[in-house]
C-alpha cells in the first residue's frame, strides 16, 4: 500500500541553525500539507500547498517558514533559524482532490 | 473558528471490554468530522469520517462513531477493545466545502490491559 514517507525520522540541531524536513508524498496525490504537534499538545496546521504553491497557512507559519517541492517527489519544510520553541514533531500529509489525508510517520525536531 | 475538545486525556480498559472515547466540537455550520489514531512511531491513520447523510458512522478496525448535532459531539466507539488498540486518538473538525484542512483535539491516551 503507498505511504507517505518522512526523513529522518529524528534530527537534533542547534538553536539558530537551519533545518529542512523532507516528505515523499504518495505519488498520485496533488496536495501537501505540513502540521506540527508540540510534546502533550494539539496537531497544528502549518501550510497546504497546491500546484507548486501555498494555498493556506496558519499564524505559525510566519517568515522563518518554507516549503518546497524541488523535483516530481519532494515535498520539504524549511525553518531558517531554529528556536527552542520549534521543538515538536512535524507531519507532512498528501491527498488527492476529494479525498483523505494520509499522513506521515513524522519527524522529531529537537532543537537545544 | 472551529475547535474539538476531547475531555478524557488517558482512558484505560481492559481487553474485550467495550470503548467510549468522546469529542465535542465547535462550528457554527455542519462540520466534516474526523477520527485518526496514532500507534507509536506512526502517522495518524483515518479510523472514520462524517461528511453527511447517516449519524452512525463505520470506519475501519471495528470502530463507529456516531454524530449528534444536538449536543455538538462525535463519539468514537468499539464494542470490544483489543491490545493492539492500545495508541492515541485524535478528533478533528473541518469546514465542509473546499479543502477541509482538520482542526485536532488534543488527543486521548487509550491504554489497555490484558
Known amino acids: 500500500e503507498p505511504e507517505v514517507t518522512q526523513t529522518p525520522s529524528h534530527q537534533v540541531t542547534q538553536m539558530g541553525q537551519e533545518v529542512i524536513l523532507r516528505c515523499v508524498p504518495i505519488?498520485?496525490?496533488?496536495?501537501f500539507y505540513w502540521y506540527r504537534q508540540i510534546l502533550g499538545q494539539k496537531v497544528e496546521f502549518l501550510v497546504s500547498?497546491?500546484?507548486?504553491?501555498?494555498?493556506?497557512k496558519s499564524e505559525i507559519f510566519d517568515d522563518q517558514f518554507s516549503v518546497e517541492r524541488p523535483d516530481g517527489s519532494n515535498f520539504t519544510l524549511k525553518i531558517r533559524s531554529t528556536k527552542l520553541e520549534d521543538s515538536a514533531m512535524y507531519f507532512c500529509?498528501?491527498?488527492?482532490?476529494?479525498?483523505?489525508?494520509?499522513f506521515g510517520p513524522g519527524t522529531r525536531l529537537t532543537v537545544l | 473558528a472551529q475547535s474539538v475538545t476531547q475531555p478524557d486525556i488517558h482512558i484505560t480498559v481492559s481487553e474485550g471490554a467495550s470503548l467510549e472515547l468522546r469529542c465535542n466540537y465547535s462550528?457554527?455550520?455542519?462540520?466534516?468530522l474526523f477520527w485518526y489514531v496514532q500507534s507509536p512511531g506512526q502517522g495518524l491513520q483515518l479510523l472514520l469520517k462524517y461528511f453527511s447523510g447517516d449519524t452512525l458512522v463505520q470506519g475501519i478496525k471495528g470502530f463507529e462513531a456516531e454524530f449528534k448535532r444536538s449536543q455538538s459531539s462525535f463519539n468514537l466507539r468499539k464494542p470490544s477493545v483489543h491490545w493492539s488498540d492500545a495508541a492515541e486518538y485524535f478528533c478533528a473538525v473541518s469546514r465542509s466545502g473546499g479543502s477541509y484542512i482538520p482542526t485536532f483535539g488534543r488527543g486521548t491516551s487509550l491504554i489497555v490491559h490484558p
Open positions: 500547498f497546491y500546484n507548486n504553491e501555498i494555498s493556506e
Open positions: 505519488s498520485n496525490h496533488l496536495y
Open positions: 500529509a498528501s491527498k488527492v482532490a476529494g479525498g483523505e489525508q494520509f
Open positions: 462550528y457554527g455550520a455542519t462540520p466534516y
